[in-house]
């Protein structure tokens, strides 16, 4: 029989092991895989929508029309705080148009 602190124990030490896997971030020169989105329905036109007032050490990306593949329809997605990376420039999502069809490009960063 395992004593009650052994067991509290245990938690802690998976709470900890759960904490950490999930708080993981690779660097940023680690390999990405990218998976494009392309659609022969054009996005909306982009909402306006006030600019919260700014963050400290945070730039602001504004949202973007996400396509639906379920659904058949783009759907709005809200702009979100972006912590800052010095030397690098932020370019949010957004659609491009190719031939007949729309490519989604991901938010990056860009030196």
Do not use: C
Not at 19 to 32: R, W
Not at 35 to 57: D, E, K, L
């Amino acid at each position: 029989m395992i004593t009650m602190t052994r067991k509290l124990a245990l938690l802690a030490a998976l709470g900890l092991a759960a904490t950490t896997a999930a708080s993981y971030a690779p660097p940023a020169s680690a390999a990405q895989v990218s998976v494009g989105i392309s659609v022969g329905v054009p996005p909306p036109p982009p909402r306006y929508v006030r600019v919260p007032p700014p963050r400290r050490g945070y730039i602001w990306a504004p949202g973007y029309w996400r396509w639906e593949p379920h659904a058949h329809r783009h759907v709005w997605v809200g702009g979100y705080w972006v912590r800052v990376r010095p030397g690098y420039r932020y370019v949010p999502e957004h659609w491009v148009h190719h031939g007949r069809h729309w490519r989604f490009e991901r938010g990056h960063w860009v030196r």
